[in-house]
């Protein structure tokens, strides 16, 4: 007999991707930025180890909220800072879902969201997209209806595709809440700056961001949301009471407050990204256009697994991915399965070292 929960018992734990201690991997499977964080983040964090660590940090983080504020465009009271985007996706569960309640996601998309409405013990529903990653809003629509909380990412992983405004707002549930989470959200050709939130419908939508991505600091786990006051305060009850310490409140503020750091380093990952999606398809990929810091590609003939193994052989990472029931039966896709590869736009010299292995494997 199991002490645990019933719905945890049966949980199927998400399970992040690889991490290899030692040196000599070409990591290229879980989206980190391969740029330093700014030389600003290191100086805060060793200032506040040698002078603030004796005392509980602010539990509001009110100084990160309002340098946030200040980038986005928001008043202080609009920010909920997390450890992670990942806490402020549990916190929304949290929230706003009873076990009556239904939640909704994308399918394929984040894992995360059912193990998060799984341990809620929630209902919870998969929205299948189209083959080519658009939204079938015929098909969803009476499924949106119902729904209390439904998660969208933007750019959405792991194809790395990005859907416009106008189809988000048609997404956001008549008695619920849309959660657009925007993980990647610096990294597409225009970035958002909260337009959504000030929409007809931005009382019910609320925005998650990390500091992992796009500032490097995946290491030091911190994100926020972004949500009219009544939602954040409404957010807030559910929070740990400290949960952010202090060197990420300091890391993050210093991070944020050098947008002329990140900016470099994005540019960089755009322009990178560009040129491994033309070398992918040079290689026979079908490649999907990407926003994000990665891309998703597929081979028409080649095991996708087997590409995957072959290059760990040679210890370089990426993240092999399969998703059950996505897609109609036919030759290719026995039990609807549909996988491929995601791989981490790293530096000039880590995707260099990628193609040159990549072509051995595949040939030309």
Not at 50 to 58: M, N, T
Not at 83 to 112: C, K
Not at 216 to 234: E, K, T, W, Y
Request: hydrophobic share 40%.
């Amino acid at each position: 007999m199991s002490l645990f929960r019933e719905n945890v018992q049966n949980l199927h734990a998400y399970v992040p991707g690889e991490q290899p201690q030692e040196s000599g991997w070409v990591k290229l499977n879980t989206n980190e930025n391969p740029y330093p964080p700014s030389p600003r983040v290191i100086e805060a964090i060793t200032k506040t180890a040698q002078d603030r660590l004796h005392v509980y940090p602010d539990p509001l983080g009110r100084s990160f909220c309002r340098a946030a504020a200040e980038v986005l465009g928001v008043e202080p009271d609009w920010i909920l800072p997390a450890n992670g985007s990942d806490e402020n996706l549990t916190m929304l569960v949290r929230s706003f879902a009873d076990s009556n309640d239904l939640i909704a996601f994308p399918y394929p998309s984040y894992i995360l969201y059912e193990t998060l409405a799984e341990i809620q013990g929630t209902r919870h529903a998969r929205l299948r997209l189209n083959s080519d990653w658009s939204w079938n809003l015929k098909l969803n629509k009476p499924l949106i209806d119902q729904t209390k909380l439904l998660f969208v990412p933007n750019p959405n992983s792991p194809s790395g595709n990005r859907w416009s405004d106008e189809t988000i707002l048609s997404l956001v549930p008549p008695h619920g809440i849309l959660v657009l989470d925007e993980a990647y959200g610096d990294f597409p050709d225009t970035p958002h700056q909260m337009e959504l939130l000030r929409s007809e419908k931005g009382n019910q939508i609320i925005v998650t961001r990390t500091l992992s991505k796009s500032y490097s600091l995946a290491g030091l786990r911190f994100g926020f949301a972004v949500a009219h006051p009544d939602l954040i305060a409404g957010m807030r009850k559910v929070k740990d009471s400290y949960n952010c310490d202090a060197l990420a409140l300091a890391g993050a503020e210093a991070a944020i407050r050098d947008q002329e750091w990140m900016l470099a380093n994005r540019a960089k990952i755009v322009a990178t990204r560009s040129r491994l999606q033309n070398s992918l398809s040079s290689l026979g990929f079908d490649v999907i256009p990407s926003q994000a810091n990665f891309v998703w590609c597929t081979h028409p003939e080649r095991s996708h697994e087997d590409i995957y193994q072959e290059l760990k052989a040679r210890k370089i990472l990426v993240r092999y991915m399969k998703f059950p029931n996505a897609l109609a039966e036919d030759d290719r896709h026995p039990g609807g399965l549909l996988d491929g590869l995601r791989i981490t736009v790293g530096t000039d010299s880590q995707i260099d070292t990628f193609l040159t292995a990549l072509q051995e494997i595949v040939g030309t």
